[in-house]
DNA sequence: ATCGTGTTTGTTATAATATAATGTCTTTGG
DNA sequence: CCAAAGACATTATATTATAACAAACACGAT
């Protein structure tokens, strides 16, 4: 079975965060060529601002960084491009907060399970199969063939519980 | 560590299903009379709505079924009824689905992981203490601390595989 | 180059989900 | 009964998401 990996830590409110936000768009643009995706200059910007700090980000804030870029902008603007964004795996939706990500691992294929801390909204992605596997292997056990996991955990960060 | 458990499970679609929604009613007057809670008729009621079928109820669905008895509802009125039976153990929100289920286990406290069929959205609720207690520990190993899990698995269930 | 086709984006409107704020009524303990 | 807290009603509004259709654009085939 693969070993458990950690596709996003957790990040210092210090780190070269412009370096993140570089990688995660060369390696989209790379994953989109791949498929023959079309990584436009729309997509590319909201996958930016996604990537913008490392905590979900809403709909509708993006919508509001597109506006104020000038650039005409409405609900399903940033919608669509959301929507192919998830489809390409380049970010996933916490669902349990109605907010996005960007992805760790893209073009790797994987399950991610993140974790959400309540106090600064700091998320880690990780990749943990052995959990997917009982999951799916309890779900069997049942008669339910599973396809897709939810897995949301909330909580503080190491940072938020020391000065909790 | 427990068992895991299975705390609802699929049901098929010939069961005495007035049953299910008596005890669920029951066991919830039971833990409210338990912890000093106020049972109401609005409470009782949009609980029995959430229990009207094995599958995530919507709360404008629930709404509207509060306005076919002829009472005064407006959205107020379900979410603050939805809350407190959130907050008595007594549903839980499928986040995923922004929708409600009826626990298959109030009183006990639990984890639940859910199973909602794709295709005819029946919902089973399990407790499976491994997968919680190795998910808290990895990500205790990333210095956080979790408190609350959303666990929800899409699929098919049994019947809608056979058919599918 | 030009056409035809499918994709992407713009635009307007509306649907679906959820909460804020305020006042009234009801329950409960003293 | 009375006071206080809790529950509910009512109105308004915030937040999240999609429908429907038109215009602009990309790209391969001729
Ligand atoms: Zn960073
Ligand atoms: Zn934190
Ligand atoms: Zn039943
Ligand atoms: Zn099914």
Chains 1, 2 share one sequence.
């Not at 210090?14 to 990688?23: E, K, Q, T």
């Not at 601002?49 to 603007?77: F, N, Q």
Request: proline share 5%; hydrophobic share 40%; glycine share 6%.
């Amino acid at each position: 079975m693969p070993k458990k990996r950690v596709l996003v830590p957790f990040k210092t409110g210090s780190h070269d965060h412009d370096r993140c936000i570089d990688l995660a768009l060369a390696e989209a643009e790379s994953a989109c060529r791949k498929q023959h995706l079309r990584f436009t200059e729309l997509r590319r910007r909201v996958l930016e601002l996604v990537w913008s700090r490392h905590i979900p980000m809403k709909a509708y804030d993006i919508l509001d960084e597109l506006c104020r870029d000038g650039r005409a902008a409405a609900p399903p603007t940033v919608y669509r491009a959301l929507d192919f964004l998830l489809t390409a795996g380049l970010v996933h939706r916490i669902e349990s907060l109605n907010a996005y990500v960007g992805c760790g691992g893209p073009g790797k294929p994987h399950i991610g399970q993140f974790l959400i801390c309540r106090q600064c909204n700091a998320v880690a992605e990780i990749d943990a199969p052995a959990i997917t596997q009982a999951l799916t292997q309890d779900a069997k056990r049942l008669g339910f063939r599973a396809d897709t996991q939810t897995i949301e955990i909330k909580g503080l960060c190491s940072e938020c519980n020391v000065s909790a």
